[in-house]
């Protein structure tokens, strides 16, 4: 088949490989030059596991092409996917902009039946909003159907998830777009659930907000372990074998971060305000995550009472391990605070890009963890990547000064903290006090 992806950010570019793996001709329209020009070369724009070796592939095969010739992109394919940013804005409603943009951008291109298909996370409503955008653009009705696809894939494990999901959604008001998207997706060998373009918009909202309310569950039970001696690990455990609950999901820490959870639970509290449906349960998982995200400089503030001029050194800034995506990471807000009090910050993390530099440019940033440490009091560890869980404590005492470790990802081992006699608190395995 031939297909259209509009947008080269995280979910347009996998679409785009795997598409093009799975023996389709992709033209992915990106409005970034300096990332078309990249990804035409074969150098990929975010790091995600697999993805060199895809992109080259089908580079070499010609089976895809990144450009910002929209038109191009529109002629010559049947199916269009539209994967543009869909951010919260101030409020916490969903910015729809992007969207609006690209169907004013190729409502003039539409000469022929194109199925236009929404892949971002868009509110319930979002496929009428669009079909009744062309029509207001002046598309003839029988030249398009609008299908809502929403996406389930992890950062990091993109392409796997991508070619191994749960479930493919389709909300659709077509059997002819229904028939070519079943086409498109039956290679795939996933079960494919067909519905209503409104149930498809709300299962992706309904998704999210179900896991980060597990996560906010799971923290305020790990909050509670500390104070009461219980371990969280062989609750979380527990919990899991009961196969109503699952083990999925139910690992404690700072608090949810990324592009989607943050933006998607609020996005559903102001959907449902929309409609008179107060999301108390989703409110309270966003609360609890406020919380639990700079629950570190609380711990601080505990031990030290005053932390002005002391040195913390931050390790990890996406987040979560295996991506170099830093958008709503813990980390930040952790960084924000500890400013704000008068810290003096350290910062390393094997992956995360430039775009830190950019938003605390008066932080040194370190490109080696112990050479990081030296001279610190404490650190936190804000990402559950694997160097952390690695890290040699005889060095880390050796380096730092009376080191307090803060592991916000649970990801030391505990007898090797007792072991080397280190003040250490973790997320409901206890809190150690050590020298
Ligand atoms: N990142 C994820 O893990 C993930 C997973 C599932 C769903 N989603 C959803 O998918 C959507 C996209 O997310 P993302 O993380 O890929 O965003 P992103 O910011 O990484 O990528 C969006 C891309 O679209 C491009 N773009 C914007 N307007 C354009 C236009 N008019 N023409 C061409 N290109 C344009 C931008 O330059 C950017 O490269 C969002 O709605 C998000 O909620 C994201
Ligand atoms: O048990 C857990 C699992 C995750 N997290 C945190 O939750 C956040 C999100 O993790 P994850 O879901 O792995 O990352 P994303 O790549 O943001 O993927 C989520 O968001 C995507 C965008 O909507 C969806 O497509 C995915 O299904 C959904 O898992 C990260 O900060 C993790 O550290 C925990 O604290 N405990």
């Not at 074969?42 to 992109?55: C, H, K, Q, W, Y």
């Not at 040699?392 to 592991?407: Q, S, T």
């Amino acid at each position: 088949m031939n297909i259209c992806v509009i947008g080269g950010g995280y979910v347009g570019l996998i679409t785009s490989v795997v598409f093009s793996k799975m023996g389709n001709k992709v033209i992915c329209v990106e409005k970034n030059i300096e990332k078309i020009k990249k990804l035409n070369k074969g150098i990929p724009t975010i790091f995600e596991e697999g993805l060199n070796e895809l992109l080259n592939k089908s580079l070499n095969s010609k089976s895809i092409l990144f450009t910002d010739n929209l038109k191009e992109g529109v002629n010559k394919s049947d199916v269009i996917f539209i994967a543009v940013g869909t951010p919260s804005t101030k409020d916490g409603n969903v910015d729809m902009s992007q969207i609006t943009n690209v169907i004013n951008e190729i409502s003039s291109f539409i000469n022929e039946y194109k199925v236009i298909v929404n892949k971002s996370t868009v509110p319930v409503g979002s496929q009428k909003y669009v079909k009744k955008l062309l029509i207001e653009n002046g598309v003839n009705p029988k030249n398009f159907d609008v299908v809502s696809n929403p996406e389930f894939l992890r950062e990091g494990k993109a392409i796997y998830d991508f070619l191994h999901g749960d479930r493919i959604v389709i909300g659709h008001d077509s059997e002819k777009a229904k028939d070519i998207i079943k086409k498109l997706y039956e290679p795939f060998k996933i079960v494919t659930i067909f519905t209503t373009p409104e149930t498809a918009e709300l299962i992706k909202y309904a998704s999210n907000a179900f896991l980060s309310t597990k996560i906010s569950f799971i923290n305020e039970i790990a909050n509670l372990c500390n104070k009461v001696g219980a371990d969280i690990d062989t609750i979380s455990y527990a919990l899991g074998l009961d196969k109503r609950i699952s083990p999925q999901f139910l690992k404690p820490g700072i608090g949810f971060g990324g592009s989607c959870f943050p933006k998607d639970t609020i996005g559903l509290v102001k959907i449902g305000e929309r409609y008179g449906s107060d999301f108390k349960i989703v409110k309270s998982a966003i609360k609890v995550n406020e919380y639990q995200r700079i629950l570190p400089v609380k711990v601080l503030l505990d031990e030290y009472k005053d932390i002005k001029g002391k040195i913390i050194s931050i390790l990890g800034l996406t987040f979560k391990s295996e991506t170099d995506d830093i958008r709503e990471s813990p980390s930040l807000y952790i960084i924000e605070e500890l400013l704000k009090k008068g810290a003096v910050i350290k910062a390393y993390d094997p992956m995360a890009s430039n775009e830190i530099k950019k938003l605390f440019p008066d932080i040194q940033y370190f490109d080696n963890l112990y050479d990081t440490l030296l001279d610190s009091s404490s650190m936190i560890i804000c990402t559950d990547w694997k160097e952390f869980s690695n890290i040699d404590l005889e060095v880390v005492k050796k380096k730092m000064k009376n080191p307090f470790i803060i592991d916000g990802r649970n990801v030391l081992d505990i007898k090797k903290v007792e072991k080397n006699n280190i003040n250490y608190y973790s997320i409901g395995k206890g809190y150690i006090k050590g020298c």
